[in-house]
């Protein structure tokens, strides 16, 4: 059972990144699947999560507008689409898979090693 992020990178402020998140040996169709993101010296936040039925939820109010989650369960992925990038956004992003929605990082069964994001002013 794995889940990979990729698609982090280094972007100027007001760019775009769109992250991938993988799954193997587990299908994500059943799962809420939900981005953190820790930045150096922080604790980690929740950023948004979208539910089994394709419903998002955002855990962070500083990226509504700029950020959305879609799923294609068909190649058993999740998509984190961001963009207008500030430096504050800097930090590794982790996808992670519970049975239901939550905010709480202790809910989430499977988590991905995380991709670096990092945002120049």
């Known amino acids: 059972v794995q889940l990979v992020e990729s698609g982090g990178g280094l972007v100027p402020a007001g760019g775009s990144l769109n992250l991938s998140c993988a799954a193997s040996g587990f299908t994500l169709d059943r799962y809420t699947i939900a981005w953190f993101r820790q930045a150096p010296g922080k604790e980690r936040e929740g950023v948004l999560c979208?539910?089994?039925?394709?419903?998002?939820?955002y855990f962070s109010d500083s990226v509504k507008g700029r950020f959305t989650t879609s799923r294609d369960n068909a190649k058993n992925t999740v998509y984190l689409q961001m963009n207008n990038l500030a430096p504050e956004d800097a930090a590794v992003y982790y996808c992670?898979?519970?049975?239901?929605?939550?905010?709480?990082?202790?809910?989430?069964?499977?988590w991905g090693q995380g991709t670096q994001v990092t945002v120049s002013s």
């Open positions: 992670a898979a519970a049975p239901y929605l939550d905010k709480a990082p202790g809910v989430y069964h499977y």
């Open positions: 979208i539910s089994a039925r394709g419903g998002t939820t």
